[in-house]
């Protein structure tokens, strides 16, 4: 099984969006990218991606919405 999420390459959370917390990057790559599939699949990002096919640029990893709630803000249909 694979260990790193199979989105990094393209996520902008993987590769540095967040300038100047690279902690907090850090933080997240460590807890959900690279941490296997149990830990990338509940991502919200991943989830996202998984259900309606892309992700919002500006979704954290951890994000509090639902993906129902996900696909309303951000006008999103099901893939």
Do not use: D
């Amino acid at each position: 099984m694979e260990m790193t999420c199979p989105n990094h390459e393209k996520c902008p959370i993987f590769n540095g969006v967040l300038a100047g917390k690279e902690i907090t990057a850090k933080s997240y790559r460590r807890l959900y990218c690279e941490a296997g599939y149990e830990k990338y699949s509940a991502c919200k990002r991943y989830m996202a991606k998984e259900h309606y096919g892309c992700c919002p640029g500006e979704l954290l990893p951890n994000s509090t919405l639902s993906l129902e709630e996900i696909g309303l803000h951000y006008h999103l249909e099901v893939h």
